[in-house]
């Protein structure tokens, strides 16, 4: 598949209408995320360093659709990876955005990615994404890129009032959660089965 296609599957199912998400996934070059060049627009998850992968690309984009990112938004990424959904958050946000990730080798490959990317607007730093970033926090919205058993009550707890998480829950198979932080509680809409890597402690 090549990157039109991938859009105009996407604009004709329905399945993304975001129009400035859609600039943002134009605009960066998914070839400079991956190990293998060639498969860098199939829709599938790709291997990357540390036994991890690279979210397929529908994945990420219904994922970053459900965020709701305004260019305003103060945005805080749980799992770095490869740098890839970094750099369209980079793209849609006109402010810092801070990532955490736990595999020191992928900080340096994420790092590298984005500078041949032309980005950086960002902040990377090398932790536990389960403490999130508590020197930063409240955050309009926060992402995870890998899997907890639970949902983190930490980021709930860095996350605004009326802040958006999008995160993938669940041991073995994962429901994808959007969770909108209400004065008088969590409202959680489900966004369906995936399949992530765990997030580490």
Same mark, same amino acid.
């Given at each position: 598949?090549?990157?039109?296609? *991938?859009?105009?599957?996407?604009?004709n199912s329905g399945?993304?209408?975001?129009?400035?998400?859609?600039? #943002? &996934?134009?605009?960066?070059?998914?070839?400079?995320?991956?190990?293998? @060049?060639?498969?860098?627009? =199939?829709?599938? #998850?790709? $291997?990357?360093?540390?036994?991890q992968t690279i979210?397929? $690309?529908?994945?990420?984009?219904?994922?970053?659709?459900?965020?709701? *990112?305004?260019?305003?938004?103060?945005?805080?990424?749980?799992?770095?990876?490869?740098?890839?959904?970094? #750099?369209?958050?980079?793209?849609?946000?006109?402010?810092?955005?801070?990532?955490?990730?736990? =595999?020191?080798?992928?900080?340096?490959?994420?790092?590298?990615?984005?500078?041949?990317?032309?980005?950086?607007? /960002?902040?990377? /730093? =090398?932790?536990?994404?389960? &403490?999130?970033?508590?020197?930063?926090?409240? &955050? !309009?919205?926060?992402?995870?890129?890998?899997?907890?058993?639970?949902?983190? *009550?930490?980021?709930?707890?860095?996350?605004?009032?009326?802040?958006?998480?999008?995160a993938p829950i669940?041991?073995?198979?994962?429901?994808?959660?959007?969770?909108?932080?209400?004065?008088?509680?969590?409202? @959680?809409? !489900?966004?369906? !089965?995936?399949? &992530?890597? $765990?997030?580490?402690?």
């Amino acid at each position: 598949m090549s990157k039109n296609d *991938l859009i105009n599957y996407w604009e004709n199912s329905g399945l993304i209408t975001d129009e400035r998400l859609l600039n #943002a &996934f134009r605009k960066v070059r998914r070839e400079n995320f991956v190990l293998d @060049k060639k498969q860098a627009y =199939h829709d599938m #998850a790709l $291997p990357i360093l540390n036994k991890q992968t690279i979210s397929q $690309p529908s994945t990420i984009m219904i994922m970053l659709q459900a965020l709701e *990112l305004n260019e305003n938004d103060k945005v805080l990424e749980i799992g770095t990876g490869s740098g890839y959904n970094l #750099a369209l958050i980079c793209r849609m946000v006109k402010r810092i955005v801070y990532s955490v990730e736990i =595999h020191k080798e992928l900080i340096e490959f994420a790092k590298g990615n984005l500078k041949k990317s032309k980005i950086n607007n /960002f902040e990377i /730093f =090398h932790q536990n994404g389960y &403490f999130g970033l508590k020197k930063y926090a409240p &955050f !309009d919205k926060i992402i995870l890129t890998a899997a907890p058993n639970e949902i983190p *009550l930490e980021l709930i707890k860095q996350l605004k009032i009326d802040g958006i998480m999008v995160a993938p829950i669940g041991k073995y198979t994962q429901r994808m959660l959007k969770i909108i932080n209400k004065k008088d509680g969590l409202i @959680k809409q !489900d966004l369906g !089965d995936f399949v &992530f890597v $765990p997030m580490v402690e």
